[in-house]
């Protein structure tokens, strides 16, 4: 499975963009890159994912580099909500066809006034 | 929410039991897929079930076994439990064997 590297917290003041960075040199040319959230003790919540091409959704945006090995995903303006562990994964695919998302340890992004 | 619910919300076993969870997935899903989260760790997976078969496994001894029912519903069953599975249970479904999967609430087993 490829591994991704995340930097261990961030803060962030409300109202700014948060930007969230992620390595994931080994990822390979058909891996997806995930990220989803995890307010604390709740289930994670899925934020956004993409293959090369910069994503946008109501939550969030996606940023890949060209040569895939990290990403950056953007808050574009965050709240007090927004804290949370935040995991950037690369999803592998089983051999029958489904597949698995490995979490690593995430990114504990605080957001204050 | 997700639609994703799991039951019970909390539960304490003792060494040696055995114990089942149980997994409604959001409607029209036909894909399961079971982690568990150890105090201050990321998730791990445990395995997947695609329309009523096992799709794939994580590093889970025998003892952790499922089931997926026609309705697509699931349980998580761990045979002989040990201090070390005192765990939150995670439950997520997704439409189908690719797409992104959607996280129920989790269910925290404490084994004493």
């Known amino acids: 499975d490829a591994k991704t590297t995340q930097p261990t917290s961030m803060d962030c003041a409300e109202g700014r963009a948060a930007n969230l960075p992620c390595n994931h040199s080994?990822?390979?040319?058909?891996?997806?890159v995930y990220w989803y959230r995890q307010i604390h003790s709740q289930g994670p919540q899925y934020i956004i994912h993409?293959?090369?091409n910069n994503e946008t959704n109501e939550m969030a945006s996606l940023i890949i580099t060209e040569d895939r090995k990290s990403s950056t995903l953007i808050l574009p303006h965050a709240t007090l909500r927004d804290t949370a562990v935040y995991y950037c994964i690369v999803r592998a695919i089983l051999t029958g066809g489904g597949n698995k998302l490995t979490f690593g340890t995430g990114t504990q992004l605080k957001v204050e006034l | 929410e997700t639609g994703v619910t799991q039951s019970p919300t909390h539960l304490i076993k003792t060494r040696g039991q055995q114990v089942t969870l149980r997994c409604s997935s959001q409607s029209g899903h036909n894909t399961v897929s079971w982690y568990q989260q150890a105090l201050g760790q990321g998730p791990q997976f445990i395995f997947q079930y695609y329309r009523e078969e096992e799709n794939g496994r994580g590093n889970f001894p025998p003892r952790f076994s499922g089931l997926q029912f026609p309705n697509y519903s699931s349980e998580l069953n761990v045979n002989a439990l040990e201090l070390d599975d005192s765990a939150l249970y995670l439950c997520?479904?997704?439409?189908?064997?690719?797409?992104?999967?959607?996280f129920g609430p989790g269910t925290r087993l404490t084994v004493t």
């Open positions: 993409g293959l090369k």
């Open positions: 080994t990822i390979s040319g058909n891996e997806y």
């Open positions: 997520a479904s997704s439409l189908a064997r690719g797409d992104e999967q959607y």
